[in-house]
C-alpha cells in the first residue's frame, strides 16, 4: 500500500486501449517511488472530450489523491485535454502549470506551446501533463515533491504552509 494513490490517464488517438503500447507509465510509476506514491487507476484512452470528461469525473469519485493525464495538451484540434479538464473543475490552481512553465523554458521554447491545466474536484488534484515520456519525466520530477504537501492540504491538514 502506498502512501499517495494516484490516478493516471493518457491520452493517444493511436494507443488508446493499448497500454502495453504506452510508455507514460513507467517513467510516472518511477518518479512517484519517491514520494511513496502508486498509480492505482490506469487508462489509455482517445482524445475525445466527453470521453475525457467523464474519466475525470470517474476518477474523481473514486479513492486516488491526484489524477494526472498526459496528453492532448497542444494546438492540434484533438488535444482537448485542458479544455475537459477545465470544465469539470471546481477551481484552478494556475501556479502549477506555471512552475513546470518556468522550469521546462530552460529546456525548451517549446514549452510555452503547453496549454497545461491544474486543478482540483471533490478534493482531488488533477495535474495535465504533457504527452512524451520525456517532457512527462521532465515535468513531473519537477512538481513531485510539493505533492504529498498539496494531497495533505486537500485532506484537511491545517498546519501552516510555510517552511
Same mark, same amino acid.
Request: with cysteine.
Given at each position: 500500500? +502506498?502512501?499517495?494513490? $494516484?490516478?493516471? =490517464? @493518457?491520452?493517444?488517438?493511436?494507443?488508446?486501449?493499448?497500454?502495453?503500447?504506452? !510508455?507514460? !507509465?513507467?517513467?510516472? %510509476?518511477?518518479?512517484? &517511488?519517491?514520494?511513496?506514491?502508486?498509480?492505482?487507476?490506469?487508462?489509455?484512452?482517445?482524445?475525445?472530450?466527453?470521453? =475525457?470528461?467523464? &474519466?475525470?469525473?470517474?476518477?474523481?469519485?473514486?479513492?486516488?489523491?491526484?489524477?494526472?493525464? +498526459?496528453?492532448?495538451?497542444? $494546438? *492540434?484540434? #484533438?488535444?482537448?485535454?485542458? %479544455?475537459?479538464? !477545465?470544465?469539470?473543475?471546481? *477551481?484552478?490552481?494556475?501556479?502549477?502549470?506555471?512552475?513546470?512553465?518556468? $522550469?521546462? /523554458?530552460?529546456?525548451?521554447? #517549446?514549452?510555452?506551446? +503547453? #496549454?497545461?491545466?491544474?486543478?482540483?474536484?471533490?478534493? #482531488?488534484? =488533477?495535474?495535465?501533463?504533457?504527452?512524451?515520456?520525456?517532457?512527462?519525466?521532465?515535468?513531473?520530477?519537477?512538481?513531485?515533491?510539493?505533492?504529498?504537501?498539496? @494531497?495533505?492540504? /486537500? !485532506?484537511?491538514?491545517? +498546519?501552516?504552509?510555510?517552511?
Amino acid at each position: 500500500m +502506498s502512501g499517495y494513490r $494516484f490516478g493516471l =490517464i @493518457v491520452m493517444s488517438d493511436s494507443r488508446a486501449g493499448k497500454p502495453e503500447e504506452d !510508455k507514460v !507509465k513507467p517513467v510516472v %510509476d518511477e518518479i512517484l &517511488k519517491e514520494i511513496d506514491g502508486e498509480v492505482v487507476l490506469y487508462e489509455v484512452i482517445p482524445d475525445d472530450k466527453e470521453l =475525457i470528461k467523464n &474519466k475525470l469525473l470517474e476518477y474523481a469519485e473514486s479513492d486516488v489523491d491526484v489524477i494526472l493525464t +498526459s496528453g492532448g495538451t497542444g $494546438f *492540434y484540434p #484533438r488535444d482537448v485535454t485542458p %479544455d475537459a479538464t !477545465k470544465e469539470i473543475l471546481d *477551481y484552478e490552481i494556475p501556479s502549477i502549470p506555471q512552475a513546470i512553465l518556468y $522550469f521546462s /523554458l530552460t529546456k525548451t521554447k #517549446r514549452a510555452m506551446l +503547453s #496549454r497545461m491545466v491544474a486543478g482540483v474536484r471533490n478534493s #482531488r488534484l =488533477i495535474i495535465n501533463l504533457p504527452g512524451s515520456p520525456k517532457a512527462v519525466d521532465e515535468c513531473l520530477s519537477y512538481i513531485v515533491e510539493v505533492l504529498p504537501h498539496a @494531497v495533505d492540504k /486537500l !485532506k484537511g491538514d491545517s +498546519s501552516p504552509c510555510g517552511g
